[in-house]
């Protein structure tokens, strides 16, 4: 019972999705002090008010707190913009990078393959120098 425990816990996308969600948490927080000590004041310079989870109205004796929805909605965006511009944009710039050296007919360079990749290259190139010799 323990042994699948250990397959499934060391099981390589489940140690992947481990480490993507301690980074992220990191991230989350780093992008929360960018917006609360940085972005936040910058809008208050500008529009004049700096802790917007102050905002409310009232509406038949009704009180709305908009205020930390708008600041959750400022994190949010500058999160997924952070993600888009520092992940997405340069994982897609190297992928057709690799997509044009492949249609191109050159081997991808080491750093792209996959350790599969890699470990059935190396085979095929120790198959390869068993037949030769």
Do not use: C, W
């Amino acid at each position: 019972m323990l042994k699948g425990f250990k397959e499934f816990v060391m099981r390589g996308n489940v140690v992947d999705l481990a480490v993507a969600v301690v980074i992220g948490a990191a991230f989350t927080a780093v992008v929360t002090a960018l917006v609360k000590d940085l972005i936040t004041p910058l809008i208050a310079a500008i529009f004049g008010k700096h802790d917007f989870s102050t905002l409310f109205f009232t509406a038949n004796k009704s009180t709305f707190r908009y205020g930390d929805f708008i600041n959750a909605v400022i994190q949010f965006v500058l999160v997924a913009a952070a993600i888009y511009f520092f992940v997405i944009v340069p994982i897609k710039h190297l992928t057709e990078l690799a997509a044009r050296r492949r249609a191109a007919g050159e081997e991808p360079d080491e750093t792209e393959m996959s350790d599969d990749v890699r470990l059935l290259t190396e085979i095929r190139d120790l198959l390869s120098a068993q037949r030769s010799a």
